[in-house]
C-alpha cells in the first residue's frame, strides 16, 4: 500500500456514515421545519403556489432517504464481506501457521486477501472511484513492513507477530472472544450495532436477567399495591403490573416489569443460549430487508417486543408470546404490513398479528 495515501475503505465508509447522520440531523430537520411553516402559512389566494413548495420540501426529504437506503441496499454486501474478512484476520480466524510457514511449503487455505481486493473494487466501482487505484486501499496484513518479504507469523501466547524472513517482532492485540451469532464488526452499519445491542437488552430484560437498581421502598410498596387489590401472585400478569405501576406513578419503570414480578417472587421465563443466539441470527437477517421495506417517513425501527413475538413464533416458541407486551391494533398493522414484506424477501412463513 503506497504510505502517502491514508484513506482506506474504513475512512472512505465511515466518511459517508458521518455524510448521511448530517443529512438526518440537520438537512431533513429544516426541511420538515420549512414545511410546517409553510402549512401555516396557507390561505386559498396562494394555496396552490404553497403546497407547491411543500411538495418540493417532501420531495427533497424523500430524495435523502432514498438515496440512504439504495447506498445501503447496494453496498451492504461489500461492505459487510470486507470487513467481515479484515476481522477474522484480526482475531486470528484464518489457517493456523505452523513450521512449514518458516520454510515457504504452500498452506491448504489462503488468507482471504482475495475476498478484501474484490470487496473493495466492488465498493469503489459502484461509489464513482473507478479512477482510483484498487492498491492504494487494500494491503496485506501478513507481510512485514520491515523487509515486505516476509510474513508475519502470529504468537498468541506472547500477544506479537514474527517475521519468518527478517524475524522483527511487533506486538497485537490478542482477542479470544468470537461471538457466536451474525453480529458486524461496529464499522459496518452504526444503526445495525446499535440495534442488535438493544435487542440483546430486551432479551435479558424479558429474562430478568438485566443489571437494574430498582430502590427497595418501591418494591414494597409494590407489593402493599397487589395485597391492596388483593390480588394473588399467579393472577399477576404482566399488564396488570403494569396498571399497579402507572396508580403508584411508576411509569419509568414498565419495562422493567420482568424483574419486578421476579422480586415479588414470581419466576420469569428462561430461554436457552442457543435460542437466544438463534433470534440473534434471525435478528441480524431482518436488517437489510427491513432498509429496502422501511417507509421513507419512518424514523425508528420495528417495535423490538413486536420484533421478538415475531420471530419467536416464527420458530414455533409459542410458551413465550404471553409474556409480550402487544402493540395496539393500529401500529399492529403497520408493523405487520412491513413484516410480510420482510418474511417474502427471506421465503419466512408470514402469520398476521391478532
Same mark, same amino acid.
Given at each position: 500500500m503506497n504510505p502517502k495515501i491514508d484513506t482506506t475503505l474504513d475512512i472512505l465508509y465511515t466518511n459517508k456514515l458521518k455524510y448521511f447522520h448530517n443529512k438526518s440531523a440537520l438537512i431533513i430537520p429544516k426541511l420538515t421545519k420549512r414545511i410546517e411553516e409553510l402549512k401555516e402559512t396557507i390561505t386559498p389566494q396562494n394555496e396552490n403556489d404553497v403546497n407547491t413548495k411543500i411538495e418540493e420540501c417532501e420531495n427533497k426529504i424523500k430524495a435523502l432517504m432514498t438515496e440512504k437506503?439504495?447506498?445501503?441496499?447496494?453496498?451492504?454486501?461489500?461492505? /459487510?464481506?470486507? /470487513?467481515?474478512?479484515?476481522?477474522?484476520?484480526?482475531?486470528?480466524?484464518?489457517?493456523?501457521?505452523?513450521?512449514?510457514?518458516?520454510?515457504?511449503?504452500?498452506?491448504?487455505?489462503?488468507?482471504?486477501?482475495?475476498?478484501?481486493?474484490?470487496?473493495?473494487?466492488?465498493?469503489?466501482?459502484?461509489?464513482? /472511484?473507478?479512477?482510483?487505484?484498487?492498491?492504494?486501499?487494500?494491503?496485506?496484513?501478513?507481510?512485514?513492513?520491515?523487509?515486505?518479504?516476509?510474513?508475519?507469523?502470529?504468537?498468541?501466547?506472547?500477544?506479537?507477530?514474527?517475521?519468518?524472513?527478517?524475524?522483527?517482532?511487533?506486538?497485537?492485540?490478542?482477542?479470544?472472544?468470537?461471538?457466536?451469532?451474525?453480529?458486524?464488526?461496529?464499522?459496518?452499519?452504526f444503526y445495525a450495532y446499535k440495534r442488535i445491542n438493544h435487542f440483546r437488552e430486551i432479551l435479558s430484560q424479558f429474562q430478568a436477567k438485566e443489571s437494574t437498581?430498582?430502590?427497595?421502598?418501591?418494591?414494597?410498596?409494590?407489593?402493599?399495591?397487589?395485597?391492596?387489590?388483593?390480588?394473588?401472585?399467579?393472577?399477576?400478569?404482566?399488564?396488570?403490573?403494569?396498571?399497579?405501576?402507572?396508580?403508584?406513578?411508576y411509569n419509568k419503570y414498565y419495562e422493567h416489569i420482568p424483574f419486578i414480578k421476579d422480586k415479588l417472587g414470581i419466576k420469569p421465563p428462561v430461554m436457552t443460549p442457543q435460542l437466544e443466539d438463534t433470534l440473534c441470527n434471525l435478528f441480524m437477517d431482518i436488517q437489510i430487508p427491513y432498509s429496502k421495506f422501511c417507509p421513507n417517513d419512518r424514523v425508528n425501527f420495528l417495535n423490538y417486543y413486536y420484533t421478538l413475538y415475531k420471530l419467536c413464533e416464527l420458530l414455533g416458541e409459542t410458551s413465550y408470546l404471553e409474556?409480550?407486551?402487544?402493540?395496539?391494533?393500529?401500529?399492529?398493522?403497520?408493523?405487520?404490513?412491513?413484516?410480510?414484506?420482510?418474511?417474502?424477501?427471506l421465503n419466512w412463513d408470514f402469520t398476521p398479528t391478532y
Open positions: 437506503n439504495k447506498y445501503f441496499l447496494e453496498n451492504s454486501k461489500y461492505l /459487510f464481506e470486507y /470487513f467481515e474478512s479484515k476481522q477474522n484476520i484480526d482475531k486470528n480466524n484464518t489457517p493456523k501457521k505452523t513450521i512449514n510457514s518458516f520454510f515457504n511449503f504452500k498452506e491448504d487455505k489462503e488468507v482471504p486477501y482475495e475476498t478484501i481486493h474484490n470487496c473493495i473494487q466492488e465498493y469503489l466501482k459502484k461509489n464513482s /472511484f473507478e479512477s482510483l487505484s484498487i492498491n492504494d486501499y487494500s494491503y496485506n496484513k501478513n507481510i512485514c513492513e520491515h523487509c515486505n518479504v516476509g510474513e508475519l507469523i502470529k504468537v498468541n501466547h506472547e500477544g506479537a507477530v514474527l517475521c519468518n524472513s527478517c524475524f522483527s517482532t511487533h506486538n497485537y492485540l490478542v482477542d479470544n472472544e468470537k461471538p457466536s451469532y451474525k453480529e458486524p464488526p461496529k464499522e459496518i452499519s437498581d430498582i430502590p427497595k421502598e418501591i418494591i414494597e410498596r409494590i407489593k402493599k399495591q397487589v395485597k391492596k387489590e388483593r390480588v394473588n401472585l399467579e393472577e399477576l400478569t404482566n399488564k396488570k403490573t403494569k396498571e399497579i405501576l402507572k396508580k403508584l406513578g409474556f409480550f407486551p402487544m402493540l395496539k391494533d393500529q401500529k399492529k398493522v403497520e408493523q405487520d404490513e412491513i413484516w410480510k414484506k420482510i418474511c417474502d424477501e
